[in-house]
């Protein structure tokens, strides 16, 4: 499997970014497909996810703001993310795994797959 991830820039407080991961090498449908982030200096942490039975999870501080979803026909799942605040700057990876189940889908270590990672910047 391989991920590839884009569509990280700078951006100012309150602002928009989509995030977009592309997969290949697999059974997409199958596969719960998960976005963490990095910040400097930070653990990794969970951002949200898509399960690939439909149910979607997310982190607390982005939840209402942040938006995952799925496109089958382009083998991509996408993190939409409004309202971006300073402490969204991070670096950005989604990553995969097809034997997730619902109760570790916010656990990095659940994931096999990792893409490189995009980074978001949020400036005042």
């Known amino acids: 499997v391989q991920l590839q991830a884009s569509g990280g820039g700078l951006v100012q407080t309150g602002g928009s970014l989509r995030l977009s991961c592309a997969f290949s090498?697999?059974?997409?449908?199958?596969?719960?497909m998960g976005w963490f982030r990095q910040a400097l200096g930070k653990e990794r942490e969970f951002v949200a996810a898509?399960?690939?039975?439909?149910?979607?999870a997310y982190a607390a501080s982005v939840k209402g703001r942040f938006t995952v979803s799925r496109d089958i026909r382009k083998n991509t799942v996408y993190l939409q993310m409004n309202s971006l605040q300073l402490e969204d700057t991070a670096l950005y990876y989604c990553?995969?795994?097809?034997?997730?189940?619902?109760?570790?889908?916010?656990?990095?270590?659940?994931?096999?797959?990792w893409g490189q990672g995009t980074q978001v910047t949020v400036s005042s």
């Open positions: 990553a995969a795994d097809a034997g997730i189940i619902a109760s570790t889908m916010t656990n990095a270590q659940a994931y096999d797959n």
């Open positions: 090498g697999g059974a997409f449908s199958r596969y719960t």
């Open positions: 898509f399960r690939w039975t439909g149910a979607t």
